[in-house]
């Protein structure tokens, strides 16, 4: 399959984003706080690290455990990330052209863990892809609603109206803003 400019493409950039942000993880962050509900860097690190292998489980055929407490990390957490997102890439490339708005909902997952990693790590947010972010919202807002947020999504928050995309996407997703 060739999808560098549609959603494969904007996938691969939204992993190749998270890489970067894991990559600026120091252990003096580990337990710092995060915009999702009472995780720590510490275990959105291991979250994100999971993320892909979860998404290849299902893109095969399996039911991975969502709820399942991720395995630790270790010192190399954008290493890690990096690995197991070459192998979510390989099986892309195995799709036919049918399967790509899956990967629309692994962009919107990966763009709101990636703010939410920048910001409980304090840095800015500015320098994120906002295609990446774009797509993710889209996806969102075309699916996500008040009764289908389950435990993964608070209400969605309010935003101003000329809010960049990542805040938006935050907002939606149900971060303060």
């Known amino acids: 399959m060739t999808d560098t400019s ?20 120091r252990p003096e962050h580990l337990d710092q706080p995060t915009p999702c509900r009472e995780w720590t860097v510490q275990r959105l690190v291991a979250h994100l690290v999971a993320d892909p292998g979860h998404f290849v489980t299902m893109m095969r055929g399996g039911r991975p455990d969502w709820d399942a407490e991720p395995a630790p990390v270790g010192s190399d957490p954008a290493g890690a990330f990096r690995a197991a997102a070459e192998e979510l890439m390989i099986v ?70 000329d809010a960049p995309v990542y805040e938006q996407l ?6 303060e803003v």
């Open 92 to 161: 892309w490339r195995e799709q036919d052209a049918s399967a790509v708005a899956g990967a629309d909902w692994q962009t919107a997952e990966f763009a709101v863990h990636t703010w939410d990693l920048a910001r409980g790590l304090g840095r800015p947010t500015g320098d994120l892809d906002p295609e990446v972010a774009a797509r993710g919202l889209d996806f969102m807002r075309a699916g996500l609603t008040p009764e289908n947020r389950g435990r993964a999504f608070a209400a969605e928050q309010p935003a101003p109206p």
């Open 6 to 25: 549609g959603a494969v493409g904007v996938l691969a950039r939204a992993l190749d984003q998270t890489a970067r942000v894991l990559a600026e993880v």
């Open 170 to 175: 935050a907002a939606f997703a149900g971060r």
